[in-house]
């Protein structure tokens, strides 16, 4: 089907919400490893790993084994939890051996939107408690609740339910609310967060979401120990510390398969989907027993989450990050990545912040470095010369300028070049024409 018609379809009969990347919308159809290619024939390095979901590669063989295994036995594709699954359940096994000591219970959904809600919902069950405490530029999924956590105006509607709902202050240290610079800091975000208990609260609280970096926020990367006083001061107030890990899961963050163990957050729930199952829809929402064992007595059911093919794809996904060293991979690429990006920014004043952990990285694009003013026309002039260029980049922030970077883990040393060679040559081309030069 040619672009012109998809365009005028989804024009007509999908949600005016639905938006597309770049001036000209770009049609992918096919995909392996960390390239995908356009309906006539185009290759691209997919430098988003199509929104932080590809982690073990566009079409494993592995993957693409088992899914043709499963067809050929007639292996059930739908069971419902109400019926024995080998599948979920050794996924389970395989995914609580890398949790955090103390978090031994998990749950399967089909989106990282789901496994929040459940998040919410089982730390309101378990402390008696209502109130959830969020973070300004946080984003936790588009059902109900999670965007009555969202910290992005752009995304919530004008009748979005915020009900026992309070924001905390970002920990952003670019942007620093606080005025403070790595030097000054003396964590005042942090302590913003008992402040806000304190005065929007009844004291006490249900739980505090916070993702070990901030995803559609633009990959806001706060210090570590932001997140160990930040756990103290929730438990102090009796809440619950939830990790939102769905983008930064499955190893991305290059030391462990989650970045809440690997950051060593006394998190109590972990939520995670995207690069958990390497694209396939599914979700998982993990705790710690006392917090699962408070939903006795009560049903709590999912129609598709854990059904057989999904699980299959996430447990070969945690074996194949594995077996085939990606979390070391994404430390070594991301190390290379972030070191090239700092040296972009040496050469072009647009880029004003670089940051990020593992192959979750993020680059801050600035009219001016003093004025910190935001760059957004620039940011969509940058993604569409790369995009001419062969290689696809994400972006986001709360007014868009920030250009994001999540690649498959596998992605190779080459690529990792390559990304860097057309970033340098489209700032360059943006640089001359701003310059007058062209």
């Known amino acids: 089907m040619k672009n012109e018609t998809i365009h005028e379809i989804r024009k007509k009969n999908f949600l005016p919400t639905a938006y597309h990347y770049h001036k000209e919308p770009l049609q992918l159809v096919k995909a392996s490893g960390s390239k995908v290619w356009d309906e006539k024939g185009k290759e691209y390095l997919d430098a988003f790993g199509g929104i932080v979901c590809i982690?073990?590669?566009?079409?494993?063989?592995?993957?693409?084994?088992?899914?043709?295994?499963?067809?050929?036995?007639?292996?059930?594709?739908?069971?419902?939890?109400?019926?024995?699954?080998?599948?979920?359940?050794?996924?389970?096994?395989?995914?609580?051996?890398?949790?955090?000591?103390?978090?031994d219970r998990a749950f399967f959904t089909n989106s990282g939107s789901e496994a929040n809600e459940l998040a919410f919902m089982a730390s309101r069950q378990a402390t008696g408690e209502t109130t959830i405490v969020n973070l300004r530029h946080s984003y936790h999924g588009g059902t109900a609740t999670t965007l009555a956590n969202c910290g992005?105006?752009?995304?919530?509607?004008?009748?979005?339910?915020?009900?026992a709902v309070t924001s905390a202050l970002e920990p952003y240290c670019y942007r620093c609310p606080f005025g403070k610079t790595p030097n000054s800091c003396a964590l005042e975000c942090a302590n913003n967060v008992e402040t806000t208990i304190q005065t929007t609260t009844s004291g006490k609280i249900a739980a505090m979401v916070v993702e070990p970096v901030m995803g559609v926020g633009g990959f806001i990367t706060p210090p570590i120990e932001y997140f160990h006083?930040?756990?103290?001061?929730?438990?102090?107030y009796g809440g619950k510390y939830i990790?939102?890990?769905?983008?930064?899961?499955?190893?991305?963050?290059?030391?462990?398969?989650?970045?809440?163990?690997?950051?060593?957050?006394?998190?109590?729930?972990?939520?995670?989907a995207k690069g958990f199952g390497n694209g396939a829809a599914i979700g998982a929402t993990i705790m710690k027993s006392d917090i699962a064992d408070s939903m006795k007595g009560k049903y709590f059911f999912n129609t598709?989450?854990?059904?057989?093919y999904q699980t299959m794809q996430a447990k070969l996904t945690m074996e194949i990050i594995e077996e085939e060293k990606m979390i070391e991979n994404a430390k070594a690429m991301g190390s290379l990545i972030k070191d090239g990006l700092l040296q972009l920014m040496n050469k072009y004043s647009i880029i004003g912040d670089v940051r990020g952990r593992g192959l979750l990285l993020g680059f801050e694009l600035?009219?001016?470095?003093?004025?910190?003013?935001?760059?957004?026309?620039?940011?969509?002039?940058?993604?569409?010369?790369?995009?001419?260029?062969?290689?696809?980049?994400?972006?986001?922030?709360?007014?868009?300028?920030?250009?994001?970077?999540?690649?498959?883990?596998?992605?190779?040393?080459?690529?990792?070049?390559?990304?860097?060679?057309?970033?340098?040559?489209?700032?360059?081309?943006?640089?001359?024409?701003?310059?007058?030069?062209?």
């Open 55 to 103: 982690s073990a590669g566009h079409n494993h063989p592995k993957i693409k084994h088992a899914i043709k295994k499963m067809v050929d036995d007639d292996e059930i594709q739908h069971t419902s939890q109400i019926y024995f699954s080998r599948w979920p359940t050794e996924l389970a096994e395989k995914l609580l051996a890398e949790a955090p000591e103390g978090i």
């Open 152 to 163: 992005h105006h752009s995304w919530r509607l004008r009748a979005q339910p915020v009900t």
């Open 229 to 236: 006083a930040v756990a103290k001061i929730v438990h102090n």
């Open 243 to 272: 990790s939102d890990e769905v983008q930064t899961g499955a190893g991305r963050g290059g030391q462990n398969f989650l970045m809440t163990k690997e950051l060593k957050i006394d998190a109590d729930i972990i939520s995670m």
């Open 304 to 308: 598709f989450g854990g059904d057989p």
């Open 366 to 438: 600035v009219k001016d470095r003093n004025s910190k003013a935001y760059a957004t026309e620039e940011t969509l002039e940058l993604m569409d010369l790369c995009k001419e260029k062969g290689v696809l980049i994400g972006r986001g922030g709360l007014y868009g300028n920030v250009i994001r970077l999540s690649p498959p883990l596998s992605i190779t040393q080459e690529e990792a070049h390559h990304l860097l060679k057309i970033l340098d040559e489209s700032l360059f081309q943006m640089s001359k024409k701003s310059s007058g030069s062209i």
